[in-house]
């Protein structure tokens, strides 16, 4: 199931970290070297087995162990993302839901710096 940054979170990839804001909850957060890899891959609309095949292959994981040890760790990521609010999930959309003219995956970009 792919997730979407959601619409009212703004952020910005630069020197090699995404900065994000949540203006629900009034929070700036810093994401990890690892937490934005998969950041980046979220934007570009991956979905969860897409992100961890990506992943295992930029680490090398060489047996099925690894990379289900991969995808756990991405559902995890992507789920506690989920309930604080960052990502929605086509099943978080409303019926009927059509981005409303959003930028791609509901997210406000902002550019590099």
Known sequence: MPHRIAADVVWMSDD???????????????????????????????DTEDIAAELGRRYGAEDPGQLDEITRDVTEFLTRLTRQGLLTTD????PGADGGGRPPHGAQAVADV
Not at 91 to 94: A, D, G, H, V
């Open 91 to 94: 099943e978080q959309e409303p």
């Open 16 to 46: 090699g970290e995404v900065r994000l804001y949540d203006p629900a909850s009034g929070e700036f957060q810093t994401l990890n070297s690892t937490a934005t890899e998969l950041w980046l891959l979220i934007a570009e609309g991956r």
